[in-house]
């Protein structure tokens, strides 16, 4: 099989700065929507990303940087 073609520049997407590496996450409803699916699939990019020290979280998810 193929590997995907990779997509052009659009929105935030610019295809110049495709490269292979471990990433860090993203996760937004660009509506403005406040979803709890939007909070779980967060909390599983923290999850995913641990072992990079690449996150910025509290314990406490939902209480923000202060605390």
Wanted: hydrophobic share 35%.
């Amino acid at each position: 099989m193929a590997p995907a073609a990779t997509p052009g520049t659009e929105g935030l997407y610019d295809s110049r700065y495709e490269h292979d590496a471990c990433g860090v996450g993203f996760v937004a409803d660009l509506s403005g929507r406040r979803r709890h699916d939007i909070v779980a699939s967060a909390l599983t990019v923290l999850r995913n990303l641990e072992h990079r020290g690449a996150k910025g979280a509290t314990r406490r998810p939902g209480t923000g940087p202060a605390s």
